[in-house]
């Protein structure tokens, strides 16, 4: 796997959700939160037409690794937790949430969740992509 990671963006009349699939940890947030328009067996496996927008982004904000994200149509967007709160998993992986500035070696990025990996092992770090220890 290489530091990029692909963007797909997957929209509607009222919201867009946009899924970048190195980031995602398969903790399956989403498909148990709104079956209906998450299906991995289906091709688009995201299908936003299914849910309401407002249901769809409450489903998106429990994706804790970043991997999903929204923007409505009126251009709002997830609104970051405060205070941000930091979570050592016992294997050391990071799971944050709230206002965050993250830099990788391609840039810095605003973002509102995370799961940074504790362990120096991962080949797109600062995330977790669970090739070390701490993402076991």
Known sequence: ????????AYQTESITVTF?????????????GLPEVFDPAKRPWIQPDNAAADRLAETVRRCPSGALTYELENGGTEIPDRPTTITRSSSGQLTVRGELSVNTPQDSRQETRAVLCGC???????YCDHAGPCGQ
Do not use: D, T, W, Y
């Open 120 to 126: 120096a092992q991962s080949r797109r770090l600062p």
């Open 20 to 32: 970048e699939a190195g980031r995602c940890l398969h903790a399956a947030e989403c498909v148990r």
């Open 1 to 8: 796997m290489s530091g990029e990671s692909r963007q797909k």
